[in-house]
């Protein structure tokens, strides 16, 4: 179902490698750190899939706002995202967490399970290469985001930190 959902994602996305590239790298990030902080194989399925389709609201908030900003992101994700999961065999409970994690994946301050917040660190650790973030911007991320062993592993080895 994943590849599925990847290649739906895609569908949806075509033409703009930016975007693919991006939701490809923060899966299989998402992927390597669920797996090294043992995250149940459900939790893990529901993690990937809003990690693939975490920035699907990306091409509404720029039709409708000429932007991309986080919080437009979370409010147009959802809608988006919805149309692509009811075309798979999910759960309402499962579709109900990857659409909360969608409108949410910019919300910093509520971080409330494990999968939000490795979906959180995968997101900053492809965001902050491709935005070539700062000195300071990086280890701002690294002291105030980064919770878990596997991200703060990965998030070292990428920034040298």
């Known amino acids: 179902m994943i590849q599925e959902i990847m290649i739906e994602a895609m569908e949806y996305d075509k033409g703009d490698a930016k975007r693919i590239q991006h939701f490809v790298k923060v899966y299989n990030f998402a992927h390597m750190i669920a797996l090294g902080e043992n995250l149940e194989e459900e939790a893990r399925k529901i993690l990937e899939i809003a990690a693939i389709l975490h920035d699907i609201g990306i091409h509404a908030s720029e039709k409708l706002y000429n932007d991309a900003l986080g ?28 659409i909360y994690l969608i409108a949410h994946h910019h919300t910093y301050n509520a971080i409330d399970a494990l999968d ?29 985001i980064m919770k878990t062993a596997t991200g703060r592993k990965l998030f070292q080895f990428n920034f040298l930190y």
């Open 71 to 98: 919080k437009h992101q979370e409010e147009l994700g959802p809608a988006v995202a919805q149309q692509i999961l009811d075309k798979f065999a999910l759960s309402q409970q499962e579709k109900e967490r990857i």
């Open 116 to 144: 939000y917040q490795i979906l959180v660190e995968a997101d900053f650790l492809v965001n902050l290469y491709e935005d070539a973030a700062d000195a300071s911007t990086v280890h701002n991320v690294y002291d105030k």
